[in-house]
């Protein structure tokens, strides 16, 4: 009887069974352990699972080669990649190919991993205050075991300080350390601090690095060389097997959801990740989500603040500013009161910081004579004009077009710009302060390497007076010459079709205003609005974080969205509306159909249109599956897994949805 063997092949949906030829008996299998495996005509790299019994099919072919002694990752951390597989719905193929480097079929064996005491260096900062000192306290007390904690800090309450001690206090004690932090790029003040503190302990981990240096990292962490990972949210799939702690920096920022791909919420999947490995976990944040606030209020996390600034410095005054009175406009969304206030800090050499979030909201051009609005061919959204390559883009697929000299409708020739982007606030920044010395930061001037980098370098040597730009400007920078920051337009993101829509926008005002004020010289926030009374403006102004929560914390309940229920929202694209539009409907039947037999536990809501109906040619419906345990929906999935709807039809599956466009 020939020794049967699952395994998965990275990047391919499912499992497959092969046999183990007589020759390779007798070496031994792992979960982890990669193999090479005849796939269609050619030989594939693939992960031993775990023996079976009996093949799913009836004749297997042989395994082909054993190619490692001891497995790239072990048991621990299959059963973490086992559960995001089967909690987000997707192939533990993908999965595995998500996680794990894309290594070279010949490599080196791979030695089994030695803990090895690191020796801690020291700490930059002079000494920590007495809530820094607490937090850390409490929190380097509970390494050993599976602790989950909210950690509340204002912003510039210098919660990077305590990160690092806490990461200290896990390397002392043998154990490996994970910090996520948003986005990379965006974090060279920090990522300074940690290499002065941890040297060559220290490794970056984020999906923009070469396969060859992220299997350089992989490796240093498997052996034993590196005991601190810091990266983005794949960062969380650093191999340690004896991990002590897992920081999210930022917990509510929406980038730790992955939308495509393996469709997992790095936050939530850190608190799985700690509770398997037993290590201690540390969700920061100025404004938590309302979910991980929650839980620190029934005690499922445990709640630790930093309430002030360091050095007891105020939080910036925070002033609404009417965008109603054309009388106020000097230029487009530049009123006087902004406009005196930029002069006040340009004479006091001052820095400023104007943020434009244009999710939602993008410039456009519009015919004045028929309201005709160029939109792109592919998708249902306008496209965005970008002045100075003088280019009509589609943000969503970037087709281009040559703006156009007249109406595409009416030929009328009365074409006007409508809306305001980054790089019309910067042109009358220079038509209003010539001398002030400017820069942009937006996707468009950072895509070269090193761009980003090269701004925000110059922002720190105060080489740029006024720095406009998108939500980039907003994560976690320490300027401290920065003591104006102006919000633009505040009501761009209000509107979202989204339950979190009221939240984001709290989260990004309050964030935006953390920016000043973070050095000697107060700071002053002025939020430029035409609702200056919505709700989270006024939390912003005040700086009242449990405010909106108890608000929105009631709203939750009253609809029973999240954290009161889970959701899952299904999407399904076909290149044909028709198409689309009826699988839709005949998947909400069917999923209708097998709710009524669960007497009520599972709501189902939809199809409806997606907002974007169209994006990259396909017609886009959804359905939204609603329920008070995460169970009875992967049940009712289950029921439905054979479906196939009409041919060319995609479903696409996201569990615990951050975004609904
Ligand atoms: P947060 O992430 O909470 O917004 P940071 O971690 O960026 O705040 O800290 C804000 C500033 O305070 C940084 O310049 C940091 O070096 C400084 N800082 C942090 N802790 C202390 C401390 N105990 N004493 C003096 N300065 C500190
Ligand atoms: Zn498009």
């Not at 108890?550 to 939750?556: D, K, M, N, S």
Request: glycine share 8%; proline share 7%; hydrophobic share 40%.
């Amino acid at each position: 009887m020939p020794c049967f063997v699952e395994v998965a092949v990275a990047g391919v949906d499912g499992l497959f069974h092969y046999h183990l030829p007589p020759a390779l008996e007798s070496w031994g299998l792992t979960p982890g352990v990669r193999v090479r495996v005849p796939f269609g005509r050619t030989e594939r790299i693939a992960y031993f699972i775990r023996f079976v019994a009996s093949p799913d099919i009836a004749t297997t072919k042989p395994i082909s080669a054993i190619l490692d002694r001891s497995p790239l990752m072990d048991p621990p951390y299959f059963r973490f990649l086992s559960w995001i597989g089967d909690y987000y719905r997707a192939p533990i193929g993908a999965v595995i190919k998500c996680a794990l480097p894309t290594l070279p079929s010949r490599h080196r064996t791979v030695s089994t991993p030695q803990a090895r005491q690191a020796t801690p260096p020291l700490s930059a900062v002079l000494r920590l205050n007495a809530a820094q000192q607490k937090a850390v306290d409490v929190m380097a007390g509970a390494i050993g075991q599976f602790s989950p904690f909210l950690l509340h800090g204002v912003t510039g309450s210098g919660k990077t300080e305590v990160y690092l001690r806490l990461i200290e206090a896990a390397l002392r004690a043998g154990k490996g350390a994970i910090l996520l932090v948003p986005e990379i790029g965006l974090t060279p003040q920090l990522m300074d601090r940690f290499h002065q503190a941890f040297g060559d302990a220290l490794t970056l981990l984020h999906s923009r690095l070469t396969p060859a240096t992220r299997n350089q990292a992989w490796r240093r962490i498997r052996e034993g060389a590196a005991h601190v990972a810091v990266g983005a949210r794949s960062a969380l799939f650093a191999p340690f097997s004896n991990l002590g702690v897992i920081i999210v920096d930022e917990e509510h920022d929406p980038s730790y959801k992955q939308e495509d791909g393996v469709r997992y919420h790095a936050r939530d999947a850190a608190l799985v990740r700690g509770q398997q490995s037993g290590a201690v976990v540390v969700l920061g944040s100025a404004t938590p989500s309302t979910e991980s606030f929650h839980n620190s209020q029934t005690g499922k996390y445990r709640y630790l603040s930093l309430p002030e600034r360091i050095d007891a410095r105020p939080l910036p005054v925070v002033h609404p500013v009417d965008l109603r009175p054309q009388a106020e406009w000097v230029q487009p969304f530049f009123t006087k009161t902004l406009v005196s206030a930029i002069s006040r800090c340009l004479a006091a050499k001052e820095q400023v910081l104007l943020f434009i979030n244009r999710r939602g909201f993008s410039p456009s051009l519009l015919c004045a004579d028929c309201g005709d609005i160029p939109g792109c061919t592919q998708c249902s959204v306008s496209l965005t004009f970008h002045r100075r390559q003088t280019i009509l883009v589609c943000h969503h697929c970037g087709y281009q077009t040559a703006p156009p000299s007249s109406c595409g409708i009416c030929q009328g020739r009365r074409i006007i710009t409508l809306g305001l982007g980054t790089e019309q606030a910067e042109m009358a920044v220079h038509t209003l302060f010539p001398d002030a010395r400017t820069a942009r930061m937006d996707r468009d001037t950072v895509r070269k390497k090193g761009a980003q980098e090269q701004i925000l370098t110059a922002m720190a040597q105060r080489e740029i007076d006024v720095l406009i730009g998108t939500q980039m400007i907003v994560k976690g920078h320490d300027f401290p010459g920065i003591t104006l920051v102006g919000i633009l337009c505040a009501d761009q993101s209000f509107h979202f079709p989204d339950f979190r829509a009221a939240e984001r926008t709290f989260q990004i005002l309050t964030q935006v205003a953390g920016r000043a004020g973070r050095g000697e010289r107060p700071g002053q926030v002025l939020i430029q609005t035409f609702q200056p009374e919505h709700e989270s403006i006024q939390a912003a102004l005040t700086h009242d974080y449990e405010g909106f929560y108890r608000r929105e914390i009631a709203l939750r309940k009253e609809l029973y969205y999240p954290p009161f229920s889970r959701l899952t929202r299904l999407q399904l694209t076909h290149q044909e509306a028709h198409q689309a539009s009826e699988g839709a409907a005949a998947l909400a039947a069917l999923l209708r159909e097998v709710a009524s037999k669960k007497g009520g536990a599972l709501s189902v809501l939809g199809p409806a249109p997606a907002p974007i109906v169209k994006l990259r040619g396909r017609y886009r419906y959804h359905i939204l599956l609603k329920a008070g345990a995460q169970r009875t929906i992967a049940r009712a999935m289950d029921a439905i897994s054979g479906w196939k709807g009409p041919r060319g039809l995609r479903m696409d599956i996201h569990v615990d949805p951050q975004g609904f466009v």
